[in-house]
């Protein structure tokens, strides 16, 4: 008897330590926007994202269903939009997240409250990405945090390239001859060449009016924007009204020429998110791009 007890605790030992083996494989460290490492000992069960691309990334990676927590603009997939809300990244309720009880906090680097959160005790995540280079380093920073197998999420994140570089190439000859201004926000904000918007203008073979030197989303003098003359304009519906209360606008190329596309909300929602959606939003500015060209000449000189 005395012998089955020990090979009894022989084999429960063996067992303790392969499932410490494997606690330990799962947990990950992972690097922030801030250079900070953040230690995540297991997968995550319970999400707060405070940022809607990171929303559309846990989504496409399948881990929609562990969010708890939303910031009020994440708004796809369907799914979230039953989703509590707890503010936004530039008020959130400290408060109601705690309450939520999240093993990771997803933030952007500017959001506010962040430090507090980690004071708290939380784990938080700041990613914010900007161009495509941080879009595939967020989305790969995303996946091993929610211990996503890189396969899995290499796999998608090159169907993603795959439709953008579709998009890319459903361009005609004309329409690459184009100049371009692209408009976020009615301040007015816009995408510079260093955004991920005119990275993917400028794989579209377009130009674009606003110089990488601008930073990626600067805020524009309108008046600037009627000296650059540009071809084609795309803007949020927001902008609409505003548009037609500046100075000089009426005499833009542009507008005189209906090379003007509005976005509806949704789509504009889509278009300034560097996510899942990317190939999508690449379709929808390539489809502009083809309507201006067909408009007639653009009177782009060279």
């Not at 920073?141 to 998608?156: E, G």
Request: hydrophobic letters at 45%; aromatic letters at 4%.
């Amino acid at each position: 008897m005395v012998e089955g007890l020990r090979a009894w605790a022989q084999s429960l030992t063996l067992v303790l330590a392969v499932w410490a083996g494997a606690q330990v494989a799962h947990a990950v460290t992972v690097l922030d926007d801030r250079q900070q490492r953040v230690h995540i000992a297991q997968a995550p069960q319970r999400i707060v994202s405070l940022l809607p691309s990171l929303t559309e990334t846990v989504c496409a990676l399948k881990q929609c269903h562990k969010l708890v927590g939303l910031d009020r603009y994440s708004n796809w997939p369907e799914s979230v939009k039953s989703v509590p809300r707890v503010g936004g990244g530039l008020d959130p309720n400290i408060e109601s997240i705690v309450a939520l009880k999240p093993d990771l906090v997803l933030a952007a680097g500017s959001t506010r409250g962040a430090d507090r959160l980690q004071a708290l005790g939380l784990n938080v995540l700041r990613l914010e990405p900007r161009n495509h280079a941080d879009a595939q380093r967020v989305w790969r920073t995303v996946a091993q945090a929610l211990h996503v197998p890189a396969a899995d999420s290499d796999r998608v994140w090159q169907g993603i390239q795959a439709g953008v570089q579709a998009a890319v190439q459903s361009l005609s000859p004309a329409a690459r001859q184009q100049r371009v201004y692209f408009e976020v926000s009615p301040a007015p904000y816009g995408a510079s060449a260093s955004s991920f918007l005119g990275e993917t203008l400028t794989r579209m073979g377009v130009t674009n009016i606003l110089p990488s030197s601008m930073g990626p989303f600067p805020q524009v003098n309108p008046e600037w924007v009627v000296q650059a003359q540009p071809d084609v304009i795309m803007a949020g519906d927001s902008s609409r009204a505003s548009m037609l209360q500046r100075p000089g606008w009426g005499r833009l190329r542009a507008m005189q020429g209906r090379r003007l596309c509005v976005f509806k909300p949704s789509d504009s929602d889509m278009l300034v998110r560097a996510g899942p959606r990317m190939a999508e939003g690449a379709q929808l500015m390539a489809d502009c791009l083809n309507r201006a060209a067909a408009q007639g000449d653009t009177g782009v000189q060279r």
